[in-house]
């Protein structure tokens, strides 16, 4: 969709976007020439206050950062990263505040959640006694993505 066609302005509600200087970094990534033009030109036509709003209801809306973020660790190879960091801030609900104390999530491969656990006594009690909860719990939080926990005494380090 060309956006020199004027045709083509009633058909993508975004008309105003600034898409020309995406590749640019730094200054130089401001609006165009084309685009300064065009935005003067509504605000010349439906003043400054009007013309403002008008340009804003034309642009997409702003996205929130962690869609951002979330899209660079993905391409980064990093989106396990993420939901093991949103599964750190809804462990004490999932687990309850005494496991969450002793046993903390540290990382996740291949639906692998690894628990680090600081007292050998709760290793044991997790391990014997809460796996199957737990790994349902994280089952339906995680839609899946969490397949079965493994238990480690904190500050080792397990590679699989």
Request: hydrophobic share 40%.
């Amino acid at each position: 969709m060309s956006e020199e066609n004027p045709e083509n302005f009633g058909h993508n509600p975004h008309w105003m976007d600034r898409q020309q200087n995406q590749r640019r970094a730094g200054a130089r990534r401001g609006a165009s020439a084309r685009e300064r033009a065009r935005e003067s030109l509504l605000l010349a036509w439906y003043g400054q206050e009007e013309g403002r709003l008008e340009i804003m209801a034309h642009q997409r809306p702003a996205a929130h950062i962690g869609e951002a973020v979330g899209g660079v660790m993905a391409k980064f190879g990093m989106k396990n990263a993420v939901m093991v960091d949103d599964l750190r801030d809804k462990w004490p609900g999932l687990v309850g505040q005494d496991v969450a104390k002793f046993a903390q999530p540290t990382r996740c491969r291949d639906g692998v959640l690894m628990v680090e656990v600081i007292h050998s006594a709760w290793l044991y009690v997790l391990e014997r006694e809460h796996r199957a909860t737990i790994e349902a719990r994280l089952s339906q939080v995680t839609q899946g993505k969490v397949t079965s926990v493994q238990f480690v005494p904190a500050g080792r380090r397990y590679e699989r």
